[in-house]
């Protein structure tokens, strides 16, 4: 069973669900979205989530620092005073204290520069996923030291750690360094059920995940690595970190996270990462960049120290390896 009973394992459980909740409530309420400066979109959800994690580690955990996507300047920029009412209103219903300068004061919570011990957090990882109706993840981690200690992914429509049902009771994935990775209800959490992955060996029956949109991989280098492993099935795209909770739980074995085509020198954002990073070690895999390399978390907000991101279950991995260096990665 996980040990809900550290400060820092309740804090994670409490503020990955309440956000995770709050999430699937804005999406059956707000349908729009704001693009931010980078031309992403960024939604009602975003804010309100990352608002309601930064009330509750002002409350839980006030020493620690929180290292977030999204900022104070850009809610300033982009929502009317009609979007931070209606953000303000979906957070009150889990910190009924809140107002709106608070909320602006919770988001700016996230502004914390990375350090020896931080907290970070992607509110809504897989916003398009989100938008479009597929899988979203709200995810959070700790770091210490340069190394990922806790992780958690609140799943709003992933049964079981792997299964999509839109309509469910969603997923609560949390894992600890040492102490395995575990799964619950994330609507009516219970027992924790521990994940293992699974031990396929044989590259050409690798089930392998991708990123949804063909924008953030690199198609072409998939299909050739694909060729090179002669993998019978099909790669499935998944939006967010759902795709490390799937191969956490058994039922896949390998996420590629690409260079994108158009944008080769892309480096993953460390909220991207972390939480689903430890996860899925914890649940017996290997994860690193694509040339092999442990990934670096002590290098900032970005992985500059890493290329993209492997994960499988680790009996896959040196065949993976191989297959990305045949093709020039």
Known sequence: MFNLNTPESKFAFTAVRQAA???????????????????????????????????????????DALVAEEGADALRALATP?????????????????TSDQVVEWVERGAGVPNNRYWVLDPIDGTKGYLRGGQYAVALALIIDGQVQLGALGLPALCDGYRPDPYGTGSLVIAARNQGAWVTSLAAPGDFERMHVSNRANPSLARIFRSYEGDHTNVAQLEEIIEIMEVEPEPVGVDSQAKYSIVAAGKGDVVLRLLPAGNPDYREKVWDVAAGALIVQEAGGKVTDLRGK???????????NNAGVLVSNGALHSAVVEALRSVGV
């Open 82 to 98: 009609e979007t931070l009412a209606q953000i303000t209103a979906f957070v009150a219903r889990f910190a009924p204290e809140a």
């Open 294 to 304: 442990p990934l670096d978390f002590s290098a900032g907000r970005e992985m500059l």
């Open 21 to 63: 909740l709050l999430a699937t409530q804005v999406h059956a309420e707000v349908a729009t979205a704001m693009t931010k400066d980078d031309r992403t979109p960024v939604t009602v959800a975003d804010f309100a989530s990352q608002a309601l994690v930064g009330s509750l580690i002002s409350k839980m955990l006030p020493n």
